[in-house]
T-cell receptor, first 109, second 115 residues
Framework: GQNIDQPTEMTATEGAIVQINCTYQ??????LFWYQQHAGEAPTFLSY????GLEEKGRFSSFLSRSKGYSYLLLKELQMKDSASYLC??????????FGAGTTVTVRA | ETGVTQTPRHLVMGMTNKKSLKCEQH?????MYWYKQSAKKPLELMFV???????ENNSVPSRFSPECPNSSHLFLHLHTLQPEDSALYLC??????????????FGPGTRLTVL
């Protein structure tokens, strides 16, 4: 089966940086996604990585190392609205996504 | 707004009730999905439809019965559920089943409580 691991919870201060790690062991690899999910709302797409390296989108960046089975999501200049759950998901070969359990990030003033 | 809507947003039902969850996508997508999200657990894929045809049933108990009358609508019919079926049920859609960077767009979910 697929194994996607990410920390359960993280807390950081407004204006700070937080890095959410995700490690995976899957039978195949066809891309890694990060989603943001606010409480009671839909998961929304943040980023997609399929090649090694860093993808930057404003305050959010995502990194992938396929050889290490590792990704991270970097949130800079944290804002209160960034308090949410962040889901790591791997596409292992076809269209299906295998999800981690999510990391709940709490931003404190 | 992700372009995927779900009703109802909250549902409380007894184990002998029959109810249905509805999902509608306004994105012109061809593939639709049902997921189950339990607290502190990964999203579990339940069913997949592509061009109205079911392509995946992930060993889901028969008390969950999906229906896809067209590419824009997806239903999940529920009957004789168990308390452990209480969870957030998420609907998603994607352009098709090509994989790659094709992103899945999620609805806000139906919070189901089975008494």
């Amino acid at each position: 089966g697929q194994n996607i691991d990410q920390p359960t919870e993280m807390t950081a201060t407004e204006g700070a940086i937080v890095q959410i790690n995700c490690t995976y062991q899957t039978s195949g690899f066809n891309g890694l996604f990060w989603y943001q999910q606010h409480a009671g709302e839909a998961p929304t797409f943040l980023s997609y990585n399929v090649l090694d390296g860093l993808e930057e989108k404003g305050r959010f960046s995502s990194f992938l190392s396929r050889s290490k089975g590792y990704s991270y999501l970097l949130l800079k200049e944290l804002q209160m609205k960034d308090s949410a759950s962040y889901l790591c998901a791997v596409r292992d070969g076809d269209y299906k996504l295998s999800f981690g359990a999510g990391t709940t990030v709490t931003v404190r003033a | 707004e992700t372009g995927v809507t779900q009703t109802p947003r909250h549902l409380v039902m007894g184990m002998t009730n029959k109810k249905s969850l509805k999902c509608e996508q306004h994105l012109g997508h061809n593939a639709m999905y049902w997921y189950k999200q339990s607290a502190k657990k990964p999203l579990e894929l339940m069913f997949v439809y592509n061009f109205k045809e079911q392509t995946e049933n992930n060993s889901v108990p028969s008390r969950f019965s999906p229906e896809c009358p067209n590419s824009s609508h997806l239903f999940l019919h529920l009957h004789t559920l168990q308390p452990e079926d209480s969870a957030l049920y998420l609907c998603a859609s994607s352009q098709d089943l090509a994989g790659g960077p094709d992103t899945q767009y999620f609805g806000p979910g139906t919070r189901l409580t089975v008494l």
